[in-house]
């Protein structure tokens, strides 16, 4: 079994910045990637960036060039800095991992973006 837990969703202004942490507890052995979903009201869960270990990354479009996701693989953990934050990024961000196959879910940490 592998539990995520995330730290650093917060308020902030449209312009702003924000740094997201997810760390891993638990075996992450055959890690083969991990990332972060975000789920805004009234929507599905959506994509946002993944990375492996390898350090191949991954990003959804509307987040491109603002967001950057880093895998700490010494500490199990994984990182998102997002920038030039927009009202759109408002959701709440959930980190996974995927270990053999089997994906796992953090409990989520919100992040509003409004002045």
């Known amino acids: 079994q592998v539990q995520l837990l995330e730290s650093g969703g917060d308020w902030v202004r449209p312009g702003g910045s924000l740094r997201l942490d997810c760390v891993a507890s638990g075996s992450i052995f055959g890690l083969s990637s991990m990332g972060w979903f975000r789920q805004l009201p009234g929507k599905q869960r959506e994509f946002v960036a993944s990375?492996?270990?390898?350090?191949?990354?991954n990003y959804a479009d509307s987040v491109k060039d603002r967001f950057i996701v880093s895998l700490q693989k010494a500490k199990n953990s994984v990182i998102l800095f997002m920038n030039s934050l927009k009202r759109e990024d408002t959701a709440v961000y959930y980190c996974?991992?995927?270990?053999?196959?089997?994906?796992?879910w953090g409990q989520g940490t919100q992040v509003t973006v409004s002045s």
């Open positions: 990375v492996t270990p390898g350090g191949t990354t």
């Open positions: 996974y991992s995927r270990v053999l196959s089997s994906d796992y």
